[in-house]
Structures are given as structure tokens and as C-alpha cells.
């Protein structure tokens, strides 16, 4: 702006008839240089590097980093929306399904963009216009389904070149198929399956409405299409298998399974489910992101607790060898090489959602982070499962419930430090409005609250601190492996969880069992509710979400941020100035120019952080809340790095906010992407 200012004054406004003709080329190439300075100021940086995003987690690593550097500290805040695509898939909730969740993650890869909607409708757009070049409509069945969403796809390219179908756009569905689409025609490959998709439903037994579905992407290596599912919470021991299923991209065909049996119980194979036998039934499944070392050719899987959450007596045995795990198998068999559990017969609900991510430690040492709902953070050699500091296990509360028998100790490890609080006590119980204090110390005071792994039990309500869910969730952590430092964010909102004699609950009424899971084949029913105030805030102090930088290498924390504000939690809208973070889902994206990007609160930003310093550089009001992870793109040398990110908002935590008449405040179905200026 000052070379613009000299320039008016010395080009335009020096008027003075003194000047000779012989000093014309002189100011001629005086205000040319000024001009081109003042252009130079706006301009596009067109040397960095160009950078698709062919993975749900940028690679199969799962990192969440680009290499784009085009994007800067420098020039954040000029950032403008390029464009926005509309699904058209979003809904409050009907008479047959809940409400919608636009959590995907697009991909972009082969000059096209690809995503999925929260009915599973797959779609390719230009990644620079936004205009659309084909979607597929799977037509799913969405009866009974908890919330529609769809969290990503999956790509693969022939190196065989073959004519049909040699680039392949993956994707799970709502009503549990597996599906492959052709990335250029959107048109099904017809040699996958049956005519484009696979049964999951095959070898898993009963299965009762929208109790087993696929959420997460499906994760590519080599030739092989590797998915979980997830399992309704709660329902049943006896519950649907939680088997992990490779199989040929190219034909459909199963090559290998992990059924997580504990040892002593034999796995049934691939060849045996083949033959038509059924996998083993309650095993931990795993509804999260899976990753993978390519090189080394091992999957990081996270799994969930068995079946039924809040009650592991001895109708659930040693079902839980592998639950609330990372487990790494072999990419080429399925077979298991090693497994960490986080939580030892875990009856919390704290299942591993976060996809395992790789890191080199020191720039030697193969590492995979293990991010927990309780907000501990494992950091683990991903060729042995050997942590990288160690883990001490501690005594925790031991159950009373009749039947039950908890473990007595728990791991925590000492670096890196919990990104979550570990105990809670009377001043740290909060109210927002007058009363709201009292209200919420009486309601702690008849709580049973023996700190962190505090067991649900029968005579009153165990506080679950963190709760259901987190601590961090399926959103991760994302890597810098330039400077070796990890965000994560999580969430700090406190739930509860009651065990219910079955013949009691019998009797009591609707009011009683709001949020009540049966876990048929137990003694006990369980409720789950909130810590909340009368005025349905939360009853422990903020912040309520937090951002944390973390040192890979020395494990120590960098630096912690509140996430959020109340722009859309309080009235007249006077909580923007309320930073103290909100619940949130989804990740964070981080670029080589040391810059974080995150949406994941309920205040409907994207916002952009220093990596060095946690500053808020910049932030954007979206059209709904962003509960998914940002990616980054540049397709061509004199090209624009573009930033994407879903605003669709999710469901459940809309409903928490809000309530069920506002709920659709918090609800949309865009796709927005920004750019640099012209």
C-alpha cells in the first residue's frame, strides 16, 4: 500500500512543468518498479511445491500434513471463499433415521475431487471450480440408522492398467455394503462383487435393524480394500461379529480376516467364511479410520471395548483381549503382530476412535500415536508396540456390582501428559447463570466420583470424567514431520452411567430410562445422562475444548489453547467473546508452512493457528459448524493452493446444544473451499 501511495504521488500528482524530457525514462522505470512492488505485495507465490490428497488422512499414515507452503502466516488473512458446493443431503431427522452428520474428509487426487454425503451418495467435482462431474446415488437404506454420515472414500489406481474400472473410488455404506465406483464414469465396476459392491452383512449371523454399518473410509494397500464397521452400543452380548475383512479390490473377493478371538478360541478364516461359516460373535470391533506402514506392509487398527459397554461379567468372558486396543496386523495376512490396550476390560465406553498415526521419533525410531478418549496419549513403536516412554500401571477404583471384575490397574503414561484433566473435585464445579453452582455441587455430591476409571455401579450414578466421548475421538491428531510436533483437540464435556437391575427397570418409566441401553444378556440395564446445570450448560469449568501442541521427540507439551467460542451457545450472540472452547468433533490439518487448520466446534469457524505460537492467525464464519478434518490442495505450478473443509454440522452434538427445536441451526450440507485472491 506505501509503494501504491508513492506511486500516485511521484506518477500521477507531481504536476510540476520543471521536469525535462530527458528525465522521463528515469521516473518511467522508477514508477514502473513502484508499481510492480505494489503488485508484487498481492501476488501468489507460484514457486512451492504442487500436492494432491489421495488419503482420508492425507497418506496411509494418516499424518493430516501437506507439504503446501503457498498458504502463510503472512498471508492467512486474506484467504476468501473460492467456492461452495451444496449436497442437499442434510436432514434434522425423520420418522426412520436421526439427524445428518457431513463429516467427510474429500480427496483429491487425478485433477478430481471426491467425497461421500451423509446418505452415502459418492461425488466428483473439479477441485479448482467446484463443478460438479458426476455423483452416485447407492440408494441406501437408512431405516433406523443413529446418524447418517460418511466420513470419507477411498482411491485406488491399477498399475496393471487394465481398461475397466482402473481407477476405483471405495466406499461403506449406511445399510453395510462395501462399494467401488468407477473415479472417472462414477458408473459401478461391474467386476466387483455383485455389479459394484460387496455384501458386509456375509458370515456375520443376526443382525437386527442398523446394527451393523460402515461409517469410516475403507483403507487401500496394495491391491487390497481393508474395512471394519461399527456396532450399535449397548444392545446385546451377544452382539455382531467385529471382524476386520481385506478383500481384492479388483474382483471383491475376501483374501483375509481378522477375527479378534482371544487366546485359546480359534479365528475364523477368510477360507472358512468363504466355505460359509460365521465369524465369531461380541469380538471388539473397530468403527475408526485404520492406517498403515506401506513400506513395512502392517495395519494399525483401533478398536472399541466388547459388547455390552458398561458390564463385562461373565457373560462377556475374555472377549476383550483385543478391545480398546491399537492392534497391528499383517497387510499381507491379517495376522496379528502385536497389540496396546488402552484400557484394560473396559466398561466406560472409551473405545480407541482415533485413527493410529505414524511419526519417526528423533528422525530413527518407527513410531504410531495411540490417542485416547480418557485424553492419555500413547506414543508407541509401531514395529513392536513397545511405548516410547513408559507406562506405569496404576491402581484404579474396583467395581462392587455383583458379577463384575474390573481390572486393578490401568495404564497411564507419564509422557506425554493427558491432554484431558484427571481428577475433578468441588471447586472445580461450575454454573454459568446465578444458582446454576449450587445446583450442579448438589448433583456432584450425590455422585459416586473416585477419580479417572471410577466403575459404573447400582446405588447412584457414576461420574464418567472424561466422557463418553472424550478426550480426543475419531477426529486423531495430525503430524508435523518437519518439526515433529503433534495437535490434537479434545473435548471436555463430563457424562454419567447408572447400572439398573433388569427387574427394577422393568417397572420404571420412560422419564427413568432416558438414555438407557438394554445389554440384553446381562443382569443390568444402563442409563446414561449429562452433568449438566438447569440451564443445560455444562456443570464443570471451561474450557470445555482445547487445542495442545506436543513435542514428539521429548514428549513435553508445547502449548494449549482454548477451541471455540459460545457464538452459537448463548443469546443475542454475545458468546463470541467468550472464548472457552466448545465440545467438538473432527481434526486438525497442518502444512509446511507451519500452519494449523481446524473447524470441529460448534461456533461454526474455520480457524487457522501458528504451529510455533498457538495464535489465532485467522478464522472464518462457516454455514455450519465443521464437524470434520480440513485438507489442502494445489493441482499445477502456476496454480492456487485451495483449503476444504465439510460445514454440515453433526448431528448429536446439535441436538445437545440446541435442543430438538433449534436443532437444524446447527445443520448444513456445504462443502466450502477457500483460496488466496486473484
Known sequence: ????????????????????????????????????AACDSASTDHSGPVASWPAIGGSAAGQRFSPL?????????????????HTGDVSAGTDTHGATAFQATPLVVQDSMYFCTPYNRIVSLDPETGTER?????????????????RGVAYWQDSQKASSCSQRILSGTLDARLLAVDATTGKPCADFGNGGSVDLTANL???????????????????????????????????????IRAFDVRSGELV???????????????????????????????????????ERGIIYVPTGGSQPDHYGGPERGDMDYYGTSVVALDAGNGQPLWHFQAVHHDIWDWDVAAQPVLFEQHGTTPGVIAA??????????RETGAPLFPVEERPVPRSTVPGERTSPTQPHPTLPRPVHPQALTEDDIWGLYPGDRDACLAQFREFDYRGLFTPPGLEKPALLWPGLGGGVNWGSVSVNPRENIMVVNSMRVPYTARLIPREQADSLDGNDLVGANAQEGTPYVVVRGGFLSPNNTPCTAPPWGVLTAIDLDSGETLWEKPLGNLEELSPLGLGRFLEWGTPNTGGSLQTASGLIFIGATLDSYLRAYD?????????????????ATPMTYRLRKNGKQYLAVAAGGHGPLAYGAKGPEKLGELLGDALVVYSLPN
Do not use: H
Open 1 to 36: 500500500m506505501l509503494a501504491y501511495k508513492t506511486f500516485l504521488k511521484v506518477c500521477y500528482f507531481n504536476k510540476k512543468p520543471a521536469m525535462k524530457k530527458s528525465d522521463f525514462p528515469a521516473v518511467i522505470a522508477c514508477c514502473g518498479a513502484l508499481t510492480l
Open 256 to 294: 483375509w480376516a481378522f477375527d479378534p478371538v482371544p487366546p485359546g478360541m480359534k479365528p475364523v478364516s477368510a477360507e472358512q467364511a468363504n466355505a460359509g461359516m460365521d465369524f465369531t460373535r461380541s469380538t471388539p470391533n473397530s468403527w475408526g479410520n485404520l492406517s498403515a506402514d506401506t
Open 69 to 85: 507452503q503457498q498458504i502463510t502466516a503472512d498471508n492467512v488473512d486474506q484467504l476468501e471463499v473460492a467456492w461452495v458446493y
Open 134 to 150: 458426476w455423483t452416485y446415488d447407492p440408494e441406501v437404506d437408512l431405516t433406523g440408522v443413529y446418524t447418517p454420515s460418511c
Open 611 to 627: 504451529l510455533q505460537s498457538g495464535d489465532v492467525l485467522w478464522k472464518s464464519k462457516l454455514p455450519a459448524p465443521a464437524q
Open 205 to 243: 449371523g443376526d443382525l437386527r435393524l442398523a446394527e451393523y454399518y460402515v461409517t469410516s473410509a475403507p483403507l487401500v494397500v496394495g491391491d487390497l480394500v481393508i474395512t471394519g464397521a461399527f456396532v450399535k452400543d449397548g444392545q446385546r452380548v451377544d452382539a455382531p461379529p467385529g471382524v
Open 372 to 381: 485416547t478418549k480418557m485424553g492419555n496419549i500413547f506414543l508407541l513403536n
